[in-house]
């Protein structure tokens, strides 16, 4: 199991899971284990933001460089300090976007370095929003622009409380100091960029490639289904492959291969979808082993044979019925 974050303060809003596939074209969130935080982290009030003091970054200045930052000097501020270390370009970052970003974060009375990403060689992949990360992230983010390099300084009001995070060894006390570099940044409208694979198969399904957010339509040929297992490229992204252990943030919709019915998508919903595959390995095998070795940037064509998705335990009240092929394309966003 991968190592999550210290930074997430509570399961972020506007996920999407399979683990009740029904009849609707969106699900509801689901809850998972995570860092409980302070009450007072999500219920502060939003801080003026000042530009220091912060201290200075005195190795690994480049974007995508694990930093090196001194200790703090003199009392840190009461308000929230934000410096934009390295101004990027890319995409403007809105409130419940999906951010990755590499981060370092220490204390500033010790220095002590409590957490990096650099070193994991894994960006935290998360949602921007309220009660999702640490408040200090939150006000200190939305704004910013993807392939941007801030600087911040967050008290406890708007990182961990009076309780702080023992985990980490953080007092109730602490001023935290991040460098977090903006990699890239997601929401409902995100899709795919890979380039176009040809679609020869007359057998298989023939899947849009539009890049827009908007649902590609999925045309199901009206033949028998392939017995084994099919995962192909739609769109070929340039991205790390997917790993069986890790997460995927991603666009989806599943369908029934007879009558091409749609039991369930993100498209169009107002929502992205985070997969753990393995988890996804007890809900529809198939799903997970087809996006096993993808890469991120990519479309997928997935087609699950019963044995390998609900088999003779469908889900109540959809259009999955026992022995359905299932069809899934998924758009693999970000992977952790």
């Not at 370095?113 to 060689?121: E, G, K, L, T």
């Amino acid at each position: 199991m991968r190592r999550r974050s210290l930074l997430l303060a509570a399961v972020p809003a506007g996920l999407v899971t399979l683990s009740a596939c029904g009849d609707n074209k969106s699900a509801s969130s689901k809850a998972g284990a995570s860092p409980s935080p302070s009450p007072s982290v999500s219920m502060a009030p939003p801080p003026k933001i000042v530009t220091g003091p912060l201290p200075a970054i005195t190795a690994g200045t480049r974007f995508g460089e694990k930093p090196t930052v001194a200790k703090g000097t003199g009392e840190p501020s009461k308000d929230l300090a934000v410096r934009t270390a390295i101004a990027g370009s890319g995409r403007t970052v809105a409130e419940n976007d999906f951010i990755q970003a590499n981060y370092l974060g220490q204390i500033w009375d010790t220095g002590k370095v409590f957490d990096n990403s650099y070193d994991r060689h894994s960006p935290l992949v998360m949602q921007l929003g309220r009660g999702g990360i640490i408040d200090g992230w939150f006000f200190a983010l939305t704004g910013k622009k993807t392939g941007s390099r801030i600087e911040i300084a967050v008290p406890p009001t708007w990182g961990y409380g009076k309780t702080g995070n023992a985990q980490a060894g953080i007092k109730g006390t602490d001023t935290l100091v991040f460098v977090i570099d903006l990699i890239d940044s997601f929401n409902s409208k995100s899709s795919a960029k890979g380039k176009q694979v040809p679609q020869t198969d007359a057998a298989l399904p023939k899947v849009a490639t539009n890049t827009d957010g908007d649902v590609p339509k999925v045309t199901v040929p009206r033949t028998d289904p392939p017995k084994k297992l099919v995962a192909n490229y739609v769109l070929e992204g340039d991205g790390a492959e997917v790993k069986a252990d890790q997460t995927v943030l991603c666009q989806f919709q599943g369908l029934v291969w007879d009558g091409g019915k749609t039991f369930q998508r993100t498209y169009g919903s107002g929502r992205l979808s985070q997969i753990s595959l393995e988890q996804m390995q007890q809900v529809v095998k198939g799903l997970a082993q087809g996006l096993t070795g993808k890469k991120v940037g990519s479309r997928v064509l997935i087609v699950v044979p019963p044995e390998l998705g609900y088999g003779n335990n469908p889900p109540t009240g959809g259009v999955i019925k026992k022995g359905s092929t299932l069809v899934f394309t998924v758009d693999i966003l970000a992977a952790m």
